[in-house]
């Protein structure tokens, strides 16, 4: 009879569970960003016709598409408590994503407001919930002998998650244009299933690293380890700003996307398939950006952890400047092509980088030992900070007799300058904490 291994193998090539996990990544992202994709199209265009229910406005498909995505980003917390305490993250994991695969279900067989609620509700748990573990199940397969291979899974692994979702924004439009919202919500829910089929397909492969229990708690109450993620959370509030604006590509630019010429290369491209943009560039501009501009720019300053995420604030600053530019454009009824959007996604993406891989990379390396897998989703709790943010917004935007306060470009340009303002506020911090010599790596 098989059983769990739980301490690391003294070899010295790539662990055998490896490809499992990198497989689960590949299959949950596509399942992720497919569904995702298409959530503020369906709200605002399929409902009536898929159910006989009336469409989500505009300004309610942003604000629920934002408490979504909250929500998603709100459950890592518990998920890393469940795992670290409780379960370990094996178990953790495969429970989850079960819930997750649930949400799926029910989004396909029921596409009704309903459904749409409990569905997003399942998923919010269920990927929130693995977040944290899965990336940290990686690093627990390996040993001192085969750390040199650590970097490499690691790549491995984040190839997985762009290239998952890149191909998912490509189909799961086109599925919800030509087929119907049942076959769209449908086929992410299958790659769910085999994501988690991949997973438990490697459970004799894996080492399984057993909870700490109560020693989880006792780490926590240390008052040294309570000032490092004090300092970090304090980072993260002023980053929430940036993910209030990043995550608008999956509704606000959607939505300006419907209202562009979208035919390039003599090819029309559907306005959720503009998402696929972003992954691909991520994969793109990744290895130029360590490898060519990094050693560029520490010619000039000091690049540090703080200054890159306020390089990433400014063009993030600049993409939405860019973005307001083109819907002002839109307003006075010109003809815009999307080409305008993928050169803001082009400098958007570039923000990502210099802000999102930075504060992962902190996130590891500032963190108590033991606390790794908390702290992380401590960060990804900013993401879920500046989501309720960009709802709430959306949320008070719209007026009880159905008129709009922020319409066409301010709208956009509400955001801009919000971004602005976060960019000013961050930069004494940035300087007190380079003088103090904090986060000075990345």
């Given amino acids: 009879m098989n059983k769990y291994l739980h301490t690391p193998l003294k070899i010295k090539k790539l662990p055998k569970g490896i490809p499992y996990i990198i497989s689960n990544e590949a299959a949950e992202r596509f399942s992720f960003y497919g569904m995702k994709g298409i959530l503020v199209i369906y709200m605002t265009q399929y409902l009536f016709l898929t159910t006989g229910e009336a469409n989500i406005s505009e300004q309610n498909a ?38 997750y695969c ?11 407001i309903l459904g749409l609620s409990l569905g997003l509700i399942f998923i919010s748990i269920g990927s929130g919930g693995i977040k944290p573990c899965v990336s940290a199940h990686l690093g627990d397969q390996f040993s001192k002998t085969n750390s040199s291979f650590i970097s490499r899974a690691y790549s491995w692994f984040y190839i997985a998650i762009n290239l998952g979702a890149f191909t998912s924004t490509l189909i799961t439009p086109y599925l919800l244009k030509h087929y119907s919202p049942t076959i769209a919500f449908a086929v992410p829910g299958v790659f769910m299933v085999l994501a988690t089929l991949f997973f438990w397909a490697g459970r004799y492969k894996f080492i399984h690293i057993k909870p700490e229990g109560k020693k989880t708690l006792l780490e926590l109450k240390k008052s040294n380890n309570i000032k490092i993620i004090l300092k970090l959370f304090t980072i993260f509030i002023f980053v929430s700003f940036f993910w209030c604006l990043f ?18 290369f003599g090819i029309e491209i559907l306005s959720g398939q503009i998402l696929s943009a972003n992954p691909i560039m991520i994969l793109i501009f990744t290895p130029l950006f360590f490898k060519y501009l990094y050693p560029k720019l520490n010619n000039y300053i000091t690049l540090n952890s703080v200054n890159k995420i306020i390089i990433g604030f400014f063009l993030t600053f600049l993409s939405f400047a860019l973005i307001t530019i083109i819907q002002y454009w839109i307003d006075l009824g010109k003809e815009v092509n999307i080409s305008w959007q993928l050169l803001a996604y082009a400098i958007l993406t570039s923000g990502e980088i210099f802000v999102s891989i930075t504060c992962l990379e902190i996130s590891y390396t500032q963190a108590p030992k033991k606390l790794k897998s908390i702290t992380v989703s401590i960060f990804l709790l900013s993401i879920a900070i500046g989501n309720i943010y960009t709802s709430i917004i959306n949320f008070h935007n719209e007026r009880d007799d159905g008129s709009v306060i922020l319409t066409g470009y301010n709208y956009f340009l509400f955001f801009t300058l919000i971004m602005l303002i976060a960019t000013i506020l961050f930069i004494p911090l940035a300087k007190k904490y380079t003088n103090e010599k904090i986060l000075l790596q990345g």
Avoid: N
């Fill in 62 to 99: 942003k604000g629920y598409f934002h408490l979504f995505t909250s929500a998603v980003y709100f459950f890592p917390i518990f998920g890393a408590l469940i795992s670290d305490i409780f379960f370990g993250k094996y178990k953790t994991i495969i429970a989850l994503s079960l819930i």
């Fill in 247 to 264: 995550d608008q590509t999956g509704s606000s630019w959607i939505l300006q996307a419907e209202k562009m010429d979208r035919e390039i």
């Fill in 102 to 112: 649930l949400g799926h279900l029910v989004l396909a067989i029921d596409p009704s």
